[in-house]
């Protein structure tokens, strides 16, 4: 019974970090393509990305949830030093397009990022 709590616990967890790793990741897509987003915040956006994307970074991402965390800490991290330029069309574009690729997320865990914004 503790082994299924804590499988059902892990799941969930890094359901959630998947969650808003993947908005996060279109909320800095879509401060990118803004027009009011300044060029040292679209280099800090594609830093980030890049971060993200690295073959290097492929290894640690085999651990199930410790992979996760260290993307997750670079794209927050990104994403706060543009915060200023994430408006409200920004969080439109990404949630529309989060929706359309996810039909049954969970709406807390998109709130939770825009909350550390």
């Known amino acids: 019974m503790k082994i299924s ?48 994307l690295s073959p290097l970074d492929s ?5 199930p949830i410790f992979g996760f965390t260290d993307d997750l800490g670079v794209i927050s991290f990104g994403l706060v030093a543009i915060a200023c330029y994430i408006d409200e069309e920004v969080r439109t574009k990404a949630r529309a397009k989060f929706y359309s690729l996810f039909s049954n997320a969970d709406v807390d865990e998109l709130d939770a990022v825009d909350a550390r914004l």
Do not use: C, E
Request: proline letters at 4%; glycine letters at 4%.
């Open 5 to 52: 709590l804590i499988l059902s616990f892990l799941v969930n967890r890094v359901k959630s970090m998947g969650t808003r790793l993947v908005y996060s990741v279109l909320l800095m897509v879509y401060a990118y393509k803004s027009d009011k987003t300044p060029v040292w915040a679209r280099r800090i956006i594609q830093g980030s990305l890049a971060y993200l």
């Open 59 to 63: 290894v640690p991402d085999l651990t």
